[in-house]
């Protein structure tokens, strides 16, 4: 199974699935856009399987672009994992200090955002498409983790997963509008005369949301990889029909708790 981790240690693992040809629907992990359930909790068990733990300790979320985050409790195991109808409803961003638990964000295209703290054993995972990065998905999430939960910034490593390139998210004067008003995005912005489109660097844009909210850029790794381009991506913007990679994070059992 066609899988990249980014971090397995004593206390966290953490990667992201990839497009498979070998795999049933290419290894598509996302049940909201898939040809049959079965395929897709078929490769949800063969992950599971390879990272050492069961499909019922998924915890997924349906997304819906926006910038709602929740934080993950026992109670939530399993929800999301095996069908869409309980999983925890209208959220982009999945958070917990909890072990055994495996955090899903599901994206084509998008921005994935992996986390974790390696003092507190805090761990989460955030799906930032355009619109979740119009909102400040990412920069809010880390603003309530820093006043709500009293979580040091310094203590934060961000993994950003494969993403639409600059060169591929070509868009029109209206999200280019949205992006411009954030304030920070200039340098992440370049208009092209032959076509009239602008195209902004997503990623870096998080990026920048990550290092506003004060994670130390140090601490930030981009996967420059194009899901576009790359033959392992899932793309929605060159297959409306394609699947989805599963980011994912987990706090292994053996952690122990500063």
């Not at 300790?57 to 993950?72: D, I, L």
């Not at 495996?102 to 998008?110: E, H």
């Not at 974790?116 to 979740?132: A, C, D, P, R, Y």
């Not at 929605?236 to 987990?250: A, E, L, N, T, V």
Request: net charge negative.
């Amino acid at each position: 199974m066609n899988t990249k981790i980014y971090v397995n240690n004593e206390k966290f693992i953490a990667g992201m699935s990839l497009k498979d040809s070998r795999e049933s629907e290419q290894n598509n992990m996302a049940l909201h856009v898939c040809e049959n359930v079965s395929n897709v909790l078929e490769n949800r068990k063969k992950l599971a399987a390879s990272l050492n733990c069961g499909l019922e300790t998924f915890v997924c979320a349906n997304q819906t672009h926006s910038a709602n985050f929740h934080r993950v409790t026992l109670d939530d195991k399993g929800r999301g994992a095996d069908t869409t109808e309980n999983a925890i409803l209208d959220t982009d961003a999945l958070y917990t200090y909890e072990p055994d638990l495996l955090l899903c964000s599901f994206t084509a295209d998008c921005v994935p955002v992996i986390f974790f703290n390696e003092h507190t054993g805090l761990i989460g995972v955030i799906h930032s498409g355009w619109q979740g990065t119009v909102k400040e998905i990412t920069w809010k999430l880390f603003e309530h983790l820093k006043q709500v939960e009293q979580c040091n910034m310094h203590d934060i490593h961000v993994q950003l997963g494969p993403a639409l390139s600059q060169e591929k998210f070509e868009v029109d004067e209206d999200v280019y509008v949205q992006f411009k008003e954030l304030g920070y995005t200039d340098d992440f912005i370049y208009y092209k005369d032959e076509t009239r489109k602008y195209h902004i660097d997503n990623q870096l844009t998080v990026k920048r949301q990550c290092e506003l909210a004060g994670i130390p850029y140090q601490q930030i790794t981009i996967d420059r990889t194009c899901t576009f381009l790359s033959p392992d991506g899932f793309s929605y913007r060159q297959d409306k029909k394609s699947g989805r990679h599963m980011s994912f994070i987990m706090k292994k059992g053996s952690f122990d708790r500063a």
